[in-house]
């Protein structure tokens, strides 16, 4: 089958740092995005991994293990805008190499 | 500005009265699709076009109608909306669906039917 695993909730401390984690099963697996959803807001692209390893970009990084089925976002620094729901979502099979969706991790950045 | 625009953002509307939400971007983009988003269901794929005159089913399709006549726009139609429909809509687009491309999302439509 295809799935996706990620912690419902997490909170962390203003300039802390924080790992989410994403588990995933997919059939035809091409690559793996994160998203970051404001409340009440549309998702926002964060980052794309294909390749094995940790990509960085600002406080944000991504790393994916294609043979572990596993990826993590790692945020650095923590700012209270930071407090949103982390979508992840893994490419599957097919002609519409369909984006199968984790249910998110919602953060709570406190001061 | 490249974007993606909804509209209506906010609707409430009566069982069985039809109604279209529209969708459009300006950024060119081949691949469109349709997603609603319930509380601790996620975002579920309703329709998505890979092309002008092509569409296809996601993985909640039933009570919606989707049409590309145009590369820009990508209506969703609900021909006798229920209850059930009550949900976040979100429209989002991509160059491509292949190669990592990432989707932009339109701000949302929030519909109530009562």
């Known amino acids: 089958g295809q799935n996706i695993d990620q912690p419902t909730e997490m909170t962390a401390t203003e300039g802390a740092i924080v790992q989410i984690n994403c588990t995933y099963q997919?059939?035809?697996?091409?690559?793996l995005f994160w998203y970051q959803q404001h409340a009440g807001e549309a998702p926002t692209f964060l980052s794309y991994n294909v390749l094995d390893g940790l990509e960085e970009k600002g406080r944000f990084s991504s790393f994916l293990s294609r043979s572990k089925g596993y990826s993590y976002l790692l945020l650095k620094e923590l700012q209270m805008k930071d407090s949103a729901s982390y979508l992840c979502?893994?490419?599957?099979?097919?002609?519409?190499?369909?984006?199968?969706w984790g249910l998110g991790t919602s953060l709570a950045v406190n001061p | 500005e490249a974007q993606v625009t909804q509209n209506p953002r906010y609707l409430i509307t009566v069982t069985g009265k039809k109604l279209t939400v529209t969708c459009s971007q300006n950024?060119?983009?081949?691949?469109m699709s349709w997603y609603r988003q319930d509380p601790g269901l996620g975002l579920r794929q309703i329709y998505y076009?890979?092309?002008?005159?092509?569409?296809d089913k996601g993985d909640v399709p039933e009570g919606y109608k989707v049409s590309r006549k145009e590369k820009r726009n990508f209506p969703l139609i609900l021909e006798s909306p229920s209850p059930n429909q009550t949900s976040l809509y979100f429209c989002?687009?991509?160059?491509?669906?292949?190669?990592?491309?990432?989707?932009?999302f339109g701000p949302g439509t929030r519909l109530t039917v009562t």
């Open positions: 076009s890979m092309n002008v005159e092509v569409t």
């Open positions: 989002a687009s991509s160059l491509q669906i292949a190669g990592g491309y990432e989707q932009y």
């Open positions: 979502a893994a490419t599957g099979a097919g002609n519409n190499r369909k984006l199968i």
């Open positions: 997919t059939s035809g697996f091409n690559g």
């Open positions: 950024m060119n983009h081949e691949y």
